[in-house]
């Protein structure tokens, strides 16, 4: 009796060391990482004024990254571009150095900052990336809003307010905004790392949408995101431009996202039924136009 009660006491000691020991792990894993990324903002250059004012060379930093790409070469890492503007509705929203709207996303976290985007996540959402030593042009947002945080490839990934920020691989043209409210995770950031949008907690602007009478009553809509699943879950395509533009994906949408109006119509080449529509619609259903979009009116 004695023995097994000696034995019981060894065997719950020996589990608590090994818990304890998982614990400190864990705990020393997240300080190093918090240590590495406060070293490598130590050894960035901050600089106030845009990356053009500053002679930045050609070819460099933001201006080498491909529209929707992830920053895979080395000269794509060397600057990085933060300037308070207007992108669409959004305004103010943080875009780089290229006029590239930048976003955050809902299931990162801001104290402590960290990353949960990555694999096929981190290339529908390239995240913007500095390399240690490199710059970061400030322009309009305040210093002690900005840091980096070290990602789990090693990476250094810029922060706004805490929150890690990234480019969205459908915005192809500078202002773009084609991520505001996917999957309602995903927003611009606001210069001090808020959700750009109306409401700015709120974040998506108008997510329900609403149908339009036949004049539109707002500005027309240059560009629109479709999403395969309602609240603008991807799959999803966008489409730019002015006139008719065919979908790719035929009868495939079941939520829109767009800046203004435009006419969505049943078939392509825009004709067959349509419907004016406004801003950004999470169920087409409602306007009888669910996995029926077949081409869209822009501008």
């Given at each position: 009796m004695i023995r097994n009660?000696?034995?019981a006491i060894a065997a719950t000691t020996a589990a608590a060391a090994l818990l304890l020991t998982a614990c400190n792990g864990t705990e020393n894993a997240a300080s190093a990482a918090r240590e590495g990324a406060a070293a490598a903002q130590g050894s960035l250059s901050f600089t106030s004024g845009s990356a053009k004012q500053n002679n930045a060379a050609p070819g460099t930093g933001d201006w080498a990254n491909s529209p929707g790409k992830p920053?895979?070469?080395?000269?794509?890492?060397?600057?990085?571009q933060l300037s308070a503007s207007q992108a669409g509705?959004?305004?103010?929203?943080?875009?780089?150095?290229?006029?590239?709207t930048l976003y955050?996303?809902?299931k990162d976290t801001a104290s402590p900052s960290k990353s949960n985007c990555s694999g096929e996540c981190a290339t529908t959402w390239p995240p913007v990336l500095v390399a240690p030593g490199g710059k970061i042009f400030i322009d309009g947002v305040n210093k002690s809003d900005v840091g980096v945080v070290k990602r789990d490839d090693g990476n250094l990934q810029v922060t706004v307010g805490g929150w890690p920020v990234y480019r969205f691989s459908k915005d192809l043209r500078p202002g773009d905004t084609n991520g505001q409210g996917v999957g309602g995770t995903w927003f611009g950031v606001t210069p001090d790392g808020r959700k750009a949008g109306a409401g700015e907690e709120g974040g998506a602007g108008d997510e329900g949408?609403?149908?339009?009478?036949?004049?539109?009553?707002?500005?027309?809509?240059?560009?629109?995101?479709?999403?395969?699943?309602?609240?603008f879950g991807d799959p999803s395509e966008g489409l730019a431009g002015a006139g008719c533009q065919n979908v790719a994906r035929d009868d495939s949408a079941s939520s829109l996202q767009a800046s203004g109006t435009l006419k969505i119509w049943s078939e392509k080449d825009c004709k067959g039924d349509s419907k004016v529509v406004q801003g950004n619609i999470a169920d087409l259903a409602p306007v009888g136009f669910d996995d029926r979009i077949s081409s869209v009116f822009l501008g």
């Open positions: 009660r000696f034995a920053a895979s070469r080395p000269v794509a890492k060397k600057w990085v509705d959004l305004n103010p929203v943080v875009v780089n150095g290229a006029g590239f955050r996303f809902d949408g609403s149908a339009g009478d036949e004049q539109g009553g707002a500005a027309p809509a240059t560009s629109v995101t479709l999403s395969d699943e309602r609240n």
